[in-house]
C-alpha cells in the first residue's frame, strides 16, 4: 500500500511533467486561449452562446461516466471532438478550457502545475484535429446524415489516438517514462477507449441531428446545405 | 422573441440531460483509467504528487458518508459550475461583439478608435 490512491483518470497530475516541459505546455496553451477568445468574439454565431453552456455541462457529465475497457482499465469521453463539431474548434477550446480547469481547481482531477498540458493535450489538440477530421469526412461524402456520424466517430477516435500521443510525448521528453514504453502502452490502451469516444461523439451528433439539425448546419454551413430538409425556424432575424 | 425561448428551452434541456447523466455516475467504472493504468503498469505512478489544496477531491463531496450522494452531488455541484462559466464566456463574448459591432457602426465615418 505504497502507491497513494490519487484522482489521475485521463488528467495528468503534478509529479509526471518536468517543469520546462510543464512550462511551454502552459505558454502555449495560454497563447492559444487568447486566439480563442479573439476568434470566437469575432464569429459569434447566434447559437454558439448557449451551446457552451450546454457542452460544457455536458461534457462535464460524460467525463465522470467512466465505461470499462479491456484489462481492468478504464476510460472516459474528452469531447474535444465533439464540441468542436457543433461550435467550431475556437468556441470549443474555451468548452474545454472551462471543464478542465474546474476539474483541477475544484475537484483535484489533474495537477494544476501540468494544467496547461491537459488542456492542450485533451481540449486543443482534440478540437482542431476533430474539428478538421469532421470537416473533411463530411465534405468527401457531401454532407448526407451518415458522413456526419462516420466523420463525427473518426473525428473523435483519431482525436484521442493523438491526445494519448501527445501525452506520451511529454511523459518522454519529461523523462518520466522511455518514449519507447509510454507509447505503444498509451495507444494500446486508447485504440479501446477511442471507440467509446467516437461511439458516444456519433450518438451526442445523431442525437443533436434529429431534434435541432439547424444547430449542426450552422456550425458547418458551407458542407451541410444540401441536408437542409428539417427546417427549425427558431432563428432570429439578425 | 421566439429565438430566445429557443435557447432556454435548449439550454434547460441540455443542462438538464447532464444532470440525469450525473445520477448514473455511481455506477461508472472505478478501474483505473487509461494513464493512470499506463502509469502503474509502466512503473512511473509513484511520480505523481498529491493536490496542494483540496475542494472536492476525487468526485466526492466532503462530509458525506453516503458515497453514491457524494458522488452524485459533485457530479451537480460540476455541472452547474461549468454551465455558468460556458454561458457566461459564451453571453459575454457575445455581448462584446455586439457593442463592438454598434461602435464601429457609430464611428464608421471617424477612424475607428479602440474601445477603452
Do not use: C
Request: avoid cysteine; aromatic fraction near 6%; charged fraction near 10%.
Amino acid at each position: 500500500m505504497t502507491i497513494p490512491l490519487l484522482p489521475i483518470y485521463m488528467h495528468i497530475p503534478d509529479g509526471f511533467l518536468s517543469v520546462p516541459v510543464a512550462t511551454v505546455m502552459y505558454v502555449i496553451t495560454a497563447i492559444i486561449i487568447g486566439a480563442a477568445v479573439r476568434q470566437t468574439n469575432r464569429h459569434l454565431k447566434e447559437s454558439t452562446a448557449p451551446l457552451m453552456g450546454v457542452l460544457a455541462a455536458f461534457i462535464f457529465a460524460a467525463q465522470m461516466m467512466n465505461f470499462p475497457v479491456a484489462g481492468g482499465t478504464s476510460g472516459h469521453m474528452l469531447g474535444g471532438a465533439l464540441a468542436a463539431i457543433l461550435v467550431g474548434p475556437w468556441a470549443a477550446v474555451l468548452i474545454m478550457t472551462t471543464v478542465i480547469g474546474v476539474q483541477a481547481l475544484i475537484f483535484q482531477d489533474g495537477g494544476l502545475a501540468a494544467l496547461g498540458a491537459n488542456i492542450f493535450n485533451m481540449g486543443i489538440l482534440t478540437a482542431f484535429t476533430g474539428y478538421a477530421i469532421y470537416r473533411t469526412v463530411v465534405s468527401v461524402l457531401r454532407g448526407t446524415r451518415a458522413s456526419m456520424l462516420v466523420g463525427s466517430f473518426a473525428a473523435a477516435w483519431i482525436s484521442v489516438m493523438l491526445a494519448a500521443l501527445m501525452t506520451s510525448a511529454q511523459l518522454a521528453i519529461s523523462d518520466t517514462s522511455p518514449w519507447s514504453v509510454v507509447l505503444p502502452a498509451m495507444l494500446g490502451v486508447h485504440v479501446l477507449i477511442g471507440i467509446g469516444e467516437g461511439l458516444i461523439t456519433a450518438g451526442a451528433v445523431g442525437l443533436v441531428l434529429s431534434a435541432r439539425p439547424d444547430l449542426l448546419r450552422s456550425a458547418t454551413s458551407a458542407v451541410t446545405q444540401k441536408l437542409s430538409s428539417s427546417g427549425y425556424s427558431g432563428e432570429s432575424a439578425s | 422573441m421566439t429565438a430566445r425561448k429557443g435557447w432556454i428551452a435548449l439550454i434547460a434541456s441540455g443542462v438538464g440531460l447532464a444532470l440525469i447523466i450525473t445520477l448514473f455516475s455511481p455506477f461508472a467504472s472505478g478501474s483505473p483509467d487509461g494513464l493512470e493504468r499506463v502509469a502503474e503498469d509502466k512503473d512511473f505512478l509513484h511520480h505523481a504528487q498529491g493536490p496542494s489544496f483540496e475542494i472536492i477531491p476525487d468526485y466526492a463531496v466532503p462530509g458525506i458518508d453516503n458515497e453514491r450522494v457524494a458522488t452524485i452531488l459533485s457530479g451537480i455541484i460540476g455541472v452547474l459550475i461549468v454551465a455558468v462559466i460556458g454561458l457566461a464566456v459564451g453571453f459575454g463574448l457575445k455581448r462584446l461583439a455586439a457593442s463592438r459591432a454598434e461602435q464601429t457602426h457609430t464611428t464608421d465615418t471617424t477612424t475607428s478608435a479602440p474601445p477603452g
